[in-house]
């Protein structure tokens, strides 16, 4: 069965992280799935929860950390290589 990937990039997302991830874990059925987070050099508490979910989750959710000048397409892009 192939794993499915969902790719967020986020930059100071605390208020609409959570809810997200919520979400994801709500409505997917598929049972085989994989959240890659890019976190781009957030300052508002997003770095502490994605640092809490990659332990709360690890089998289901991994955190990629990067430059926030690197842009949302190079984050998608960092998300689809450490997806293959």
């Not at 770095?47 to 949302?72: A, F």
Request: proline content about 5%; charged content about 25%; some cysteine.
């Amino acid at each position: 069965m192939k794993r499915i990937n969902i790719i967020i990039p986020v930059h100071n997302s605390i208020k609409t992280l959570p809810l997200t991830i919520d979400s994801i874990f709500k409505n997917t059925m598929y049972p085989n799935w994989k959240i890659i987070i890019i976190n781009s050099e957030s300052t508002d508490g997003t770095n502490i929860y994605c640092e809490y979910l990659k332990i709360k989750y690890p089998e289901k959710i991994d955190v990629i950390y990067q430059e926030k000048k690197l842009g949302i397409t190079n984050a998608i892009n960092t998300g689809i290589d450490a997806s293959e």
